[in-house]
């Protein structure tokens, strides 16, 4: 029981420590992930497994976070 508290709270401490770390500084580019994230969890509702359908709309998904991307980089250089 004790090892298991202590793996729980050495997995925890990590989590912790890499959320930290990757924390994006500019909003946009926050924004841009949270889109991302949004329209990948709609592109697995719509499909079942990894089919074509799914494979399609992930595409998507991809090039609208790139060009989202493109635009907040744009943005952070201006500023």
């Known amino acids: 029981m004790n090892s298991l508290l202590k793996i729980a709270s050495t997995t925890l401490l990590a989590g912790l420590l890499f959320g930290c770390q990757n924390q994006i500084e500019n909003p946009e580019m926050q924004q841009c992930a949270q889109?991302?994230?949004q329209c990948e969890l709609n592109c697995e509702q719509?499909?079942?497994g990894e089919?074509?359908?799914h494979k399609v709309?992930?595409?998507k998904?991809?090039?609208t976070f790139n060009q989202c991307k493109a635009n907040a980089e744009k943005?952070?250089?201006m500023q």
Do not use: F
Request: glycine share 12%; net charge negative.
């Open 35 to 37: 889109q991302n994230y």
């Open 75 to 77: 943005l952070g250089e």
């Open 61 to 63: 998904c991809i090039e």
């Open 51 to 53: 089919g074509m359908v």
């Open 57 to 59: 709309c992930s595409t």
């Open 46 to 48: 719509q499909s079942t």
